[in-house]
């Protein structure tokens, strides 16, 4: 079975309600949302969407689209500088209730996802917060 | 292996980019980084005169990088300038339309790099990224009668395909 330009294959299709959108280049969103269904078993929380093949019209399309048919008010991209992330800048125009995080990690996500009871937005900052806490060098050797 | 010019090397500013996308990873991280790009001109009589929408290209460019909004007439003004920048820099044009005019306006342009133009109901699929209609292809091979040479090449580490394996369907896909 193929997928639909734009949809990532493979991610999970429980009756969960979509809470997010995951976006990004080749099968990142795929593969974070696979991550995040591993983990936890919500991954159907999250709509994955990829941008190969597609022009700049069409990204902005395809994410509208998404946004629409879930009812999700929050998108979460790959690079600052990305398509994705210039597609749902744009989209927030018209959608100004719409939330936009850049740089997701799998902490993001995996804080997001237990953040069910909150506004998005504070759902959003809370996720943010633990994925700058979670980044780190581990074993430099020391000095001297 | 990508015949862009070695890290010691300055990127004529020449070689103009088509890219649908425009401003996006692909060229901010994954041209700019290994070729230390400094400086972008993204040629756009839309994006030029909208505030909001240059905006939204700025807002993912390190603060390293120089991202500059030009009409075509304003490109062809500064091109002299853009040329004699010690900085390396390269040049995005939206599609082929804005390229011709571009090459019109700027004769001195030589090298064009065709590195995404996606699908349209009206496009012929050439190769992973690149989708061309008969009157592009046509538009693209009038160039490439003028003198200028024609490379399709996504990113740094891939192979610059030539115009002429484009459309004869020689590239990869």
Redesign the interface.
Known sequence: MSSPPGSAPGHPSHALAVRGIVAGHGEFAAGLVSAVDQITGRGASFVALTNRGLSGEDITRQLADALTDSGALIVFTDLPAGSWTVAARRLQRERPALIVVTAVSLPVLLDYVFQSEVAPVDAALHAVAKGHGALAVVGVPSAG | MARWPSSGSRVPVELVRID??????QV??GWGQPLDLRFIVLVDDAVAASD?EQE??R????PSMDLRFDTVADFAARHAGYVADPRRGVVVA?DIPTLARIVDAVPAIRSVNLGG????ADRTQRL??LFLSDAEADVLRALAARGVVLTAQDVPSARPIPLDDVLAGRGDR
């Open positions: 649908d996308r425009m401003i996006h990873g901010v991280v909001w939204l290209y807002m993912g460019v390190p939206p133009i996606h699908h349209r992973r990224y």
